[in-house]
């Protein structure tokens, strides 16, 4: 196995990724309740139509490991703030408010 393939496959089985497998059911139910738009959902932001019907919302949300939140809660919470900022720039938008969320272990 080369250096590379050994990365991809370190990279795949990272905690970091399987995380994000989580995005795919979430995206789903996106796109069954809000249909096309005429932006596509990002990779740093989902698209959503305005009330007035006018333009688009951008929505960021930055899930956080735990471990990483347990011991410097701080800094995770300032972290998640600028990469949602840096997402909404990203995608040539303008922040308008900072969502809370709340993340679990498990469905239950």
Known sequence: MTELHRLIEA???????????????VLGRLQSTT???AVPNGDDCAV????AGDGHLLFAI?????DFVE????????SAVMVN???IAAMG???LAVVDALWSANEA
């Open 62 to 66: 930055e899930g956080l490991m735990a």
């Open 93 to 95: 938008g303008r922040p």
């Open 85 to 87: 900022l840096s997402d």
């Open 48 to 51: 959503l139509p305005d009330a």
């Open 35 to 37: 249909g096309h738009t």
């Open 11 to 25: 990279l795949r089985t990272s905690r970091g990724f399987a995380h994000k497998r989580d995005i795919a059911a």
């Open 71 to 78: 011991a410097m809660p701080w800094f995770a919470g300032y």
